[in-house]
């Protein structure tokens, strides 16, 4: 049987406790699936230095979905277009195809929490995501994100939030490259 982890709050390492999780099942030889949401962009540039080295590591297979956030003047674009809620829906999608396939021990879902709050996606999508889940559950599901709502908290089996007590952030320092991405 598997279980529903959430990793939420407004502190810093939801994404890396994930990976983190999904190192640990990879090195045990277990087969692990990590999908980003809101997180699609792929290339020169690529945002997320994480994914050099999980595309290395035998049994874990990425899957991101998402378009590109960071805009040339180097700002971010917090407004959703059509494309941010297409590419939501597919992940949701993908997902649930994941989770129905019966090929992983481990799937990790980083920020489907968060789309909830930027109206991605509606509480229900991601319900009916742990519906699935719920159905067969054969593999472990990890969903991060801010923002967990109280339903999702209360199917969950494992809740862990990350406070944020102080950052360096509010003291000016941009996020710096291979710490915050």
């Known amino acids: 049987m ?7 709050g407004n502190g810093k390492g939801k994404t890396t406790a994930a990976i983190g999780l999904s190192i640990r099942a990879a090195g045990a030889g277990e087969r692990v699936a990590i999908l980003q949401f809101d997180k699609g962009f ?3 540039n690529e945002h997320y230095h994480e994914r050099a080295i ?21 700002k971010f674009r917090f407004t959703n277009e059509p494309g941010d809620f297409e590419q939501a829906q597919a992940a949701l999608q993908k997902a649930k195809e994941l989770v129905r396939s019966q090929r992983y021990f481990l799937v990790v879902c980083d920020e489907a929490i968060t789309c909830v709050g930027t109206k991605l996606l509606a509480p229900e999508d991601l319900m009916g995501l742990v519906e699935e889940f719920r159905a067969q559950p054969t593999c472990d599901l990890v969903l991060t994100g801010r923002g967990a709502f109280p339903e999702l908290i209360e199917a969950a089996d494992l809740v862990s939030e990350v406070q944020l007590v102080k950052h360096y952030f509010y003291q000016g320092v941009p996020a710096r490259r291979g710490i915050e991405f």
């Open 42 to 44: 792929e290339g020169r």
């Open 2 to 8: 598997g279980y529903l982890h959430v990793y939420t």
């Open 54 to 74: 999980l595309r290395q590591i035998p049994n874990i297979e990425l899957y991101f979905f998402g378009q590109e956030r960071i805009m040339p003047d180097g």
